[in-house]
């Protein structure tokens, strides 16, 4: 079945380090690719996404590129804040009409002052 | 910018009771869909829901659970007989038909409490 690995957290920065949150993924299928953020206390906001290989997406500072020869889409930054501080959950959903989306076990980042 | 909400925010309840979680999904979208979060583990699927139907469901999603789209706004998800394991925090989403059926919004989920 499909399936998404992510990196185990969590993951602690000082601001202004730089982020990468590594992610693979195993489809049936030609899937799309998201990034969801979980901040404290809140549901799950898309991030970003990416439709197709090659496909870079971006939003707030943040990228991943679809790269399907590595079946990876891995988040980066390139200078995070403390407000990024978040669970980040890496996410892939089949095309054509419902389908649902399969996560990744979620990697909680922490960045320090 | 149109969000999906979802009422109550935290709903706790005796094992063995009913309990009717509430979503409103964004308003031009065709797809609705129930997730949970047991705490500390990966979100996961229960249901999709289209056209009036049940699209596809998990082995979660058995005989205790039922969903149901009553005013065209609305969409619920009933557990008939709650069990201490049903607590988690259930997210409701919809998606969009045509090119965009793919990315599927999120609300900010009910906490659910069974004591």
């Known amino acids: 079945g499909d399936s998404v690995t992510q990196m185990e957290g969590p993951v602690t920065l000082s601001e202004e380090a730089f982020l990468t949150i590594n992610c693979t993924y195993t489809a049936t299928g030609y899937p799309s690719l998201f990034w969801y953020v979980q901040y404290p206390g809140e549901g799950l906001q898309l991030l970003l996404k990416a439709t197709k290989a090659d496909d870079k997406g971006s939003n707030k500072g943040f990228e991943a590129t679809y790269r399907k020869e590595t079946t990876s889409f891995h988040l980066e930054k390139g200078s995070v804040q403390v407000s990024d501080s978040a669970v980040y959950f890496c996410a892939l959903t089949l095309r054509g009409g419902y389908q649902k989306v399969t996560f990744g076990t979620g990697t909680k980042l922490q960045v320090i002052p | 910018e149109p969000e999906v909400t979802q009422t109550p925010s935290h709903q706790v309840t005796q094992m063995g009771q009913e309990v009717i979680l509430r979503c409103v999904p964004i308003?031009?979208?065709?797809?609705f869909y129930w997730y949970r979060q047991i705490l500390g583990q990966k979100v996961e699927f229960l249901v999709s829901f289209y056209n009036n139907e049940i699209s596809e469901k998990s082995e979660i999603f058995d005989d205790q659970f039922s969903v149901e789209r009553p005013d065209g706004s609305n969409f619920t998800l009933k557990i008939r007989s709650t069990k201490l394991e049903d607590s988690a925090m259930y997210f409701c989403a919809s998606s969009p038909g045509g090119l965009s059926t793919d990315t599927q919004y999120f609300g900010p989920g009910t906490r659910l409490t069974v004591l």
């Open positions: 308003s031009n979208h065709l797809y």
